[in-house]
Nanobody
Framework: QVQVVESGGGLVQPGGSLRLSCTAS????????MSWHRQAPGKERELVAT??????NYADSVKGRFTISRDNPKNTVYLQMNSLKPEDTAVYYC???????????WGQGTQVTVSS
């Protein structure tokens, strides 16, 4: 049974930090490109960061503030978010995409709210 579970969201003041975690099970984690996406109210879901092997990519809006990393033995991907802004408020989703086949899985999302 495939599971992708996010955690670590919450309420934080502007300028603060949060670390999101996404733990997967039921598939070979190392064969998947992992990414974080977010969706703010009234907006489309957008890609935040991706990691595959040693390569990472970020949306321009989070470059220099967010860091994506993964721990393959723990089947976990992280998103370290620093210098948070109110516009970072969204539901953050973890996504797993197989590197060469069509399988992909979404987590249920975790709410991040940046407000004073």
């Amino acid at each position: 049974q495939v599971q992708v579970v996010e955690s670590g969201g919450g309420l934080v003041q502007p300028g603060g930090s949060l670390r999101l975690s996404c733990t997967a099970s039921g598939f070979t984690f190392s064969n998947y490109r992992m990414s974080w996406h977010r969706q703010a109210p009234g907006k489309e879901r957008e890609l935040v960061a991706t990691i595959a092997g040693g390569s990472t990519n970020y949306a321009d809006s989070v470059k220099g503030r967010f860091t994506i990393s993964r721990d393959n033995p723990k089947n976990t991907v992280y998103l370290q978010m620093n210098s948070l802004k109110p516009e970072d408020t969204a539901v953050y989703y973890c996504h797993a995409a197989h590197k060469w086949a069509g399988y992909n899985y979404w987590g249920q999302g975790t709410q991040v709210t940046v407000s004073s």
